[in-house]
Nanobody, 127 residues
C-alpha cells in the first residue's frame, strides 16, 4: 500500500518562500518518477515539476511557470520529495499535490493522468 503525505503548505507574501515536503511510504522502490502538481478551482491540475528517480542518474523537469524559482529535491534514504518555492507570486496559489508512478517510461510524462499515486494535497496561498 503506497501512501504519499504532503506537508509544509501555508501562506506567504509575494516574493517570499515556502518549502513543501512529500513523505512516501509503502512499496516506494517501484517508483520511477515523483513530482509535484498544483490545482486551482475550475482548472486542470498543472505540472510543477517531475523528477526521474529510476536510476542513479536523475533529472528534473519543471513547468515553464516555475522554472528558475522552484527546485525539487529527492532524498532516497528518507523517501521524501521536497519542493523549494522561491520568489513566490500570487498565481502560485493553489492546492499542491505530490504524485508518483511506477512506470519506467515516465521520463517524458507531463500530465497528471500519467501518475498513479497521489497525496491529499497541501494548500499554498500567496498574497
Amino acid at each position: 500500500h503506497v501512501q504519499l503525505v504532503e506537508s509544509g503548505g501555508g501562506s506567504a507574501y509575494a516574493g517570499g518562500s515556502l518549502r513543501l515536503s512529500c513523505a512516501a511510504s509503502g512499496y516506494t522502490a517501484s517508483f520511477y518518477c515523483m513530482g509535484w502538481f498544483r490545482q486551482v478551482a475550475g482548472k486542470e491540475r498543472e505540472l510543477v515539476g517531475i523528477r526521474y528517480i529510476g536510476s542513479e542518474v536523475s533529472f528534473t523537469y519543471y513547468g515553464d511557470s516555475v522554472k528558475g524559482r522552484f527546485t525539487i529535491s529527492h532524498d532516497k534514504s528518507k523517501n521524501t520529495l521536497d519542493l523549494q518555492m522561491n520568489t513566490l507570486k500570487a498565481e502560485d496559489s493553489g492546492l499542491y499535490y505530490c504524485a508518483a508512478t511506477a512506470d519506467g517510461e515516465c521520463r517524458d510524462y507531463k500530465s497528471s493522468r500519467d501518475f498513479s499515486f497521489w497525496g491529499q494535497g497541501t494548500q499554498v496561498t500567496v498574497s
